[in-house]
């Protein structure tokens, strides 16, 4: 079982949504918890490429979860959360 921790500015992000969105965020990331991988468990997950660290994305509806992985711990950082458009326009592929 991981842990699944929501930085600050995640967080705050998130509790900027109306209730509703919250929630279905919320319950996406709980997901993490069993298995935070592309590929393993449920969620449409995906690395990163290019990062100093491993950072991955989740798909949330029209929201985007980016979070990093720290095996030795066996927690999952929640580090940004943002809508679709700005994760596009924030992480442009070259």
């Given amino acids: 079982m991981w842990k699944v921790l929501i930085e600050h500015g ?12 919250m929630e279905n965020i919320k319950e996406s990331l ?26 991955f994305r989740m798909r949330v509806g029209d ?4 979070y ?7 927690t999952v950082k929640v580090t940004e959360i943002m809508t679709a458009e700005a994760a596009h326009k924030k992480y442009v592929q070259v």
């Fill in 63 to 66: 929201y985007r979860a980016f």
């Fill in 68 to 74: 990093i992985i720290e095996e030795n711990s066996k």
């Fill in 10 to 21: 995640a967080l705050k992000y998130l509790e900027s949504l109306g209730q509703r969105r």
């Fill in 30 to 55: 709980r997901l993490l918890k069993e298995s935070p991988y592309p590929g393993q468990g449920i969620g449409d997950k995906k690395e990163i490429k290019g990062t100093s660290k491993s950072a």
